[in-house]
Structures are given as C-alpha cells and as structure tokens.
C-alpha cells in the first residue's frame, strides 16, 4: 500500500533498553521528520533528514539517534531509553522542505518506558 | 524564527452552529500556514494551507480558514459543526527558507448533539 507506515505501532520497553522505530514511505519523499508528541506541548520535532545521508537536529534530538541510508526509510533509536521518553512518536515526510508542502504523517508509534 | 499559538485548548460547540478554532503566528518573513486534524490515535491529516493571495483559503470536509496579516492570524471556521468534526486541530507555520513546521500546542474541538 501506498503511504507512510511506522511500527511497531504499540511498544513497551524497559529503562536503559535500547529501542528503534521504524519509518518506511513509498512516495520516495526527499524529507522525512520524526516528532513526539505530548500532552500540553504538542508536536516537537526530534529529527529531520532532507535526503539519504543527509540528517540534521530538532528541538528536542537529546537521546535520540537517526539514520538513512534508503530515501524510504527513516528508523529512530532511543539508545538508552528513559521514563521522559514515554510519548507517541509519528514519522512525516514532504516531498519539498521549503515552500509551501504540506508533511504527510503516519499513524504513530505509543511508546511506553517502564 | 518562527512561532505558533492556539489560545484555546479546547472549544465546544453544539453540532449545527458555526466554529471556529484560533491560531496565532510569528515569523520573520512570509508564512505558509497549515492545518492539520487529528482523530483518536491516528496520524495528523492535512486540511488546508495558505501560500498567498486570496485571503480565505477553502479545505477539505468543508472547513475554511482566514488569513489575516495585520493580526498575524489564521482561524479556522465551518459554517456548520458536525458531531465527527469532533477531533484535535493543529496550526502549523513554515517561513520561507525554514525546512521545519512548527506546530501550535493543538485545540481540542468538542462539538455535541
């Protein structure tokens, strides 16, 4: 199927484990965006990448790591995963950065730090 | 520098009458201003945008929003509130030369029986 899909979609992990979400779009979109979302601070961006290899920093990259390495995917990790990080986390991806494009967003992942 | 805001957190208002949800923005520049929706667990989905010009821009579901410079504002109004218009809605502003959206915190639209 066409679109933006993350998984796994439910995740409960334990403090210090490392977890990675997964982001695959099929539009072959040049930017892809991952962001968290939590109540009275709405979405914050973690990362954004404009191409394969090409990555840069949100507002909020602390604990966070991105890579990638295909156009189509865009896989976050959370090296040493801490309570603060128990959020909803949803991928995005437009096919311009600049100007006005609209981000097209996935489903969402609800992660769960014990 | 680029900056959003959403006054309320919620809105109510009974199915049938007129809505509106406010957004606010701060840019240093021209904005592109966006709204996206959002139902119970599921992704935010695009409704509308303004690039420029025409000051009332038309979406999807029958929601428009109204662009307005001198109050660095862009509401977003349907004629007529629906129970499943029910949902949290989110402002979102991109400056020219920006990669980035911004998001405002998000209002809460309940709309009863």
């Known amino acids: 199927d066409a679109g933006i899909t993350q998984s796994p979609r439910y995740k409960i992990t334990e403090t210090g484990r490392q977890v990675t979400l997964m982001c695959h779009q099929t539009w072959s979109h040049s930017y892809m965006f991952w962001y968290r979302q939590d109540l009275g601070h709405g979405l914050r961006l973690i990362y954004y990448s404009a191409a394969a290899d090409i990555t840069d920093k949100g507002e909020v990259p602390d604990g966070y790591v991105v890579s990638r390495s295909k156009t189509e995917n865009f896989p976050l990790t959370l090296e040493s995963a801490t309570r603060s990080q128990t959020s909803v986390y949803f991928c995005a991806s437009s096919e311009y950065g600049d100007g006005p494009y609209e981000q097209y967003f996935g489903p969402g992942t609800r992660l769960t730090v014990t | 520098a680029q900056s959003v805001a959403q006054p309320e957190d919620q809105v109510n208002v009974a199915e049938g009458n007129p809505l509106t949800v406010k957004c606010t923005y701060s840019?240093?520049?021209?904005?592109?201003l966006f709204w996206y929706v959002q139902y119970p667990n599921r992704g935010l989905q695009f409704l509308l945008k303004y690039i420029t010009g025409d000051n009332l821009v038309k979406g999807s579901y029958g929601f428009e929003a109204e662009f307005n410079k001198s109050q660095t504002s862009f509401h977003l109004k349907k004629p007529s509130a629906l129970v499943s218009d029910s949902a949290l809605y989110f402002c979102?502003?991109?400056?020219?030369?920006?990669?980035?959206?911004?998001f405002g915190k998000g209002t809460m639209l309940l709309v009863s029986p």
């Open positions: 979102a502003v991109r400056v020219s030369g920006y990669s980035t959206l911004t």
């Open positions: 840019v240093s520049g021209n904005p592109y």
